[in-house]
């Protein structure tokens, strides 16, 4: 069955850098887009970044661009979203999210917490 497994998230101080995992299986990875999305408390969960399975195009959010890089290695059907210049706002659960013929699917989360 399709399975997505974040891991990567922890508490890091303003300025800090972390890099998040989504281990993916069930399903080919090269032939489909996945995407990170995150969740702060309080507040709904918004689009960080995606990855393209055809020609590895990207797309990231106004607030994180230049500073978060997403990456896929699909030999290894994982995708990397790396995080620098983290900024309190970031503190959210990350998830990453795919759409494939069986249906939509989410990972766990895995939580960032970005704090002095």
């Known amino acids: 069955q399709v399975q997505l497994v974040e891991s990567g998230g922890g508490l890091v101080q303003p300025g800090g850098s972390l890099r998040l995992s989504c281990a993916t299986s069930?399903?080919?990875?090269?032939?489909?887009?996945i995407g990170w999305f995150r969740q702060a408390p309080g507040k709904e969960r918004e689009g960080v970044s995606c990855?393209?399975?055809?020609?590895?195009?990207?797309y990231y959010a106004d607030s994180v661009k230049g500073r978060f890089t997403i990456s896929r290695d699909n030999a290894k059907n994982t995708v990397y979203l790396q995080m620098n210049s983290l900024e309190r706002e970031d503190t959210a659960v990350y998830y990453c999210?795919?759409?494939?013929?069986?249906?939509?699917?989410w990972g766990q989360g895995t939580q960032v917490t970005v704090s002095s």
């Open positions: 990855i393209s399975n055809s020609d590895g195009s990207t």
């Open positions: 069930g399903f080919t990875l090269d032939n489909y887009a």
């Open positions: 999210y795919a759409a494939v013929p069986t249906g939509r699917y």
